[in-house]
């Protein structure tokens, strides 16, 4: 039987949530539980199901089109005269690939962004499109799979710190408004 570390190993660490799980690694955990099959990864398309099948011995099916359809790898781009600021933009983004402020233009970095496509569908401004990297004017390579498996990590760690002290001074508040 092969981990879900190995599994996880092959895909593109894109975490676009289009395989119908939360992220690359608890797909490659179902793929790894026989709950899911090898051919929901747009982003990885049909190298990566190959490579998934060839791991586990499979045959390599086509991509399942209820996931999306494979394409080039793409990269998110902020309209900058269009963006108001609102912000809507930063929590979906899985690696922490745009940067700006409440009420402050946002800007994409080329170089960390997975082409995820999760922050398209929060603006309600319409700033933000999807682009081909091979189609910007100073192309820029994609981040490497490791990269945004750590990213993607760091990001959850520090999304989950903040969860935790944010419930510690709710908890400390009760205490020291309730009766003794």
Same mark, same amino acid.
Do not use: F, W
């Given at each position: 039987?092969?981990?879900?570390?190995?599994?996880?190993?092959?895909?593109?660490?894109? =975490?676009?949530?289009?395989?119908?799980?939360?992220?690359?690694?608890?797909?490659?955990?179902?793929?790894?539980?026989?709950? &899911?099959?090898?051919?929901?990864?747009?982003?990885?398309? &049909?190298?990566?199901?190959?490579?998934?099948?060839?791991?586990? #011995?499979?045959?390599?099916?086509?991509?399942?089109?209820?996931?999306?359809?494979?394409?080039?790898?793409?990269?998110? #781009?902020?309209?900058?005269?269009?963006?108001?600021?609102?912000?809507?933009?930063?929590?979906?983004?899985?690696?922490?690939?745009?940067?700006?402020? =409440?009420?402050?233009?946002?800007?994409?970095?080329?170089?960390?962004?997975?082409?995820?496509?999760?922050?398209?569908?929060?603006?309600?401004?319409?700033?933000?499109?999807?682009?081909?990297?091979?189609?910007?004017?100073?192309?820029? &390579?994609?981040?490497?799979?490791?990269?945004?498996?750590?990213?993607?990590?760091?990001?959850? =760690?520090?999304?989950?710190?903040?969860?935790?002290?944010?419930?510690?001074?709710?908890?400390?508040?009760? =205490? &020291?408004?309730?009766?003794?």
């Amino acid at each position: 039987m092969h981990s879900a570390d190995q599994i996880d190993a092959l895909l593109p660490q894109t =975490q676009c949530t289009r395989c119908g799980y939360p992220g690359c690694r608890p797909y490659a955990e179902a793929v790894a539980a026989g709950a &899911a099959d090898l051919n929901r990864c747009p982003p990885g398309g &049909a190298d990566t199901i190959a490579a998934l099948a060839r791991l586990l #011995q499979r045959p390599a099916l086509p991509l399942d089109p209820e996931c999306g359809a494979e394409g080039p790898p793409l990269v998110a #781009q902020i309209d900058e005269a269009v963006c108001i600021g609102c912000a809507k933009c930063l929590p979906p983004c899985p690696v922490d690939a745009i940067v700006g402020a =409440q009420k402050q233009m946002h800007t994409v970095l080329l170089a960390l962004c997975t082409g995820c496509e999760l922050c398209v569908a929060p603006c309600p401004v319409d700033c933000i499109s999807m682009v081909a990297r091979a189609e910007l004017a100073a192309p820029v &390579a994609a981040p490497a799979p490791a990269d945004n498996r750590t990213r993607y990590a760091a990001r959850n =760690q520090r999304l989950a710190a903040h969860a935790a002290r944010s419930a510690a001074l709710v908890s400390a508040r009760k =205490q &020291a408004g309730a009766p003794g």
